[in-house]
């Protein structure tokens, strides 16, 4: 399930099982591994090489974007608490109390082309998180089109201030250098003008799109 908030694209709790994980492979997450990209146009206005935490910081915007690591539970646990319930049903679907439990441990111990996870901050205070987004792999049945899906929440207080554009900027091009060609993004009915908004950023794919009981879902080319 997956919708759009903050002009950005959100997708559904997808969460990986512990048994995946150990057996994905000898890619895994790091603080080192740095985040591509800072601009709203993917060109990684960045003010030196990142911190310890692989953070980049957007000179202009001032949001430093960084992989999600396991450290960044409990700041992820009030990011949560400072969403309203709107902004949770948005993303979830659902009155949820928290973020659900797969879904986070992936996105905090995943290897990145399995479920690859963001976190943005001002200031340098990663306690303070405003927003966490994602790439996860799909896990449909075979014949089906391959393609992860993007997905990012923003808490209240920091929408519309650029965070989502900076995840979401950074996710692609991390996927771009993994080799990525394809994401898929979906958008609740009456809100298609957000998935417009990334049509202009992405090319959709000929025949990519469908219609769900959730809205249109879309598949975009990142190559």
Known sequence: M???IEGAVAG???GTPVAARAAAGV???TAGGAVQGGGADGSGTVDGSGGADGARR???????VAP???GDRQALAALFAACSEDTVRLRFFGRLRAFPRDYLDGALADPPHVHDAVVVYRGGDRTRLAGLASLVAPTRPEGEAAAPEIA???ADPWQRQGAGTAMITALLARARARGVVRVRASVLPGRMPLLAA???RLTPEVGGSSYTRDGLSTVYKLR
């Open 68 to 70: 999600a690591l396991p």
């Open 152 to 154: 990012v929440l923003v």
């Open 12 to 14: 559904g709790p997808a």
């Open 58 to 64: 957007d000179a202009r915007t001032g949001w430093c």
């Open 2 to 4: 997956t919708t759009v």
């Open 27 to 29: 890619e895994s997450r």
């Open 198 to 200: 990334l049509s202009r």
